[in-house]
């Protein structure tokens, strides 16, 4: 079961509901690989602590230029979507950084002056964390596109009951990348105008894709939300609230796992699994539009 964990913003808690959750997951006998795709700032290895055991460069494909086969006919510039290569004046501009490697420029020059070259964005990481297989993707400083390391990361994953995908926060292209073919999305979020409204973004976005979801809410008061009542009209199923709680602030900024700082919270993680897989079970059509089970 590949269960993405993912957010509308940064700092709802998305990181510690991925790791206790890989956490629990394991300490209950499953087999449990645990992915951190928020390769901008990944901070998974900060609570599960993995001994890392591998690094591999992350390339993408871009073109290289023979400048002096050039025919000047301009079609490479044309099909390039994102102004990375530019044919002007007998001269042929490459803008590296712009390049999403699509193939086109060198697929449609007829002259032979583009060919396939790479260069590298980032790294894949893989290790062990007390059981938990533990892979990370990391861009290089100054790289902006992020979706070829995610899907490194994602080929690399082995086999496990439970693959747990720790995605970036937001909900553009790295997101889609991260969560797209996962089983389960968990939104995690918080109980504040700003938690809900990029909810609201995150919810829009999973129900594009068809995938079913449930809400966590971190950081929950007693008293309800508007989070919960926006939940409860949209028949979004609430799987966990982890409360305001002192202790589980100071364990995280400690780079402590909760549920092993604080075992009081073992049930609730263990809870949220159960419900994940009660609510994958009752899923037949409708994506995210099922009562809490
Ligand atoms: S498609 Fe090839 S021949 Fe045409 S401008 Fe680009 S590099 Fe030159
Ligand atoms: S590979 Fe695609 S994105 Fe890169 S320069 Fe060629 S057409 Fe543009």
Redesign the pocket.
Known sequence: MRIAVASGKGGTGKTTVAANLAYVASREGHTVAYLDCDVEEPNGALFLRPAISEREPVHVSIPA?EET?????????VICQYSA?V?IKGK?LLFPELCHGCGG?WL????G??SESRRSTGRLETGNANGIRFLQGILDIGQAMSPPVIRAVKAAAPDADFVVIDAPPGTSCPVIESVRDSDYVLLVTEPTPFGLNDLKLAVEMVRVLGLPFGVVINRAEPSASDTHAWCEYEQIPILAEIPDDRHVAEAYSRGEMVCETLPGYVPLFSELLRRIAASLNATTTTAGRRCAP
């Open positions: 230029v086969k050039c025919t000047n006919c301009g079609l490479c510039g290569i044919p042929v420029c449609v020059c007829g002259s002056a583009l």
